[in-house]
Nanobody, 122 residues
């Protein structure tokens, strides 16, 4: 059974930083394409950043470019999202997602975590 478990969310002031983690089990981490999404209250789920571990490519949304960094540790089956210079507009539930195979993409993910809340106050 494939499981994705996020952690690291919390409340910070604008300008602060958080690092989200997503631990994967039940599937070979290195074969996955993975991504972070977020959903703010009353808004649709939004792609944030994604990466293809085997191919090494990455895709980052313009809204978070130069502030958020996606990375991972294969031996730990863990993906990270380092979030710096946080803004109130970044407040949302953040989800990690995965799909088997190569090719970073903005949609088409099969596996999802339960989400972790990030709240940024002004």
């Amino acid at each position: 059974q494939v499981q994705l478990v996020e952690s690291g969310g919390g409340s910070v002031q604008a300008g602060g930083s958080l690092r989200l983690s997503c631990v994967v089990s039940g599937i070979t981490f290195s074969t996955l394409t993975m991504a972070w999404f977020r959903q703010a209250p009353g808004k649709e789920r939004e792609f944030v950043a994604g990466t293809d571990w085997s191919g090494g490519s990455a895709l980052v949304s313009d809204s978070v470019k130069h502030r958020f960094t996606i990375s991972g540790v294969n031996s730990a089956n863990t993906m990270y999202l380092q979030m710096d210079s946080l803004e109130p507009e970044d407040t949302a539930v953040y989800y990690c997602a995965a799909v088997a195979g190569r090719g970073v993409r903005r949609n088409g993910y099969d596996y999802w975590g339960q989400g972790t809340q990030v709240t940024v106050s002004s």
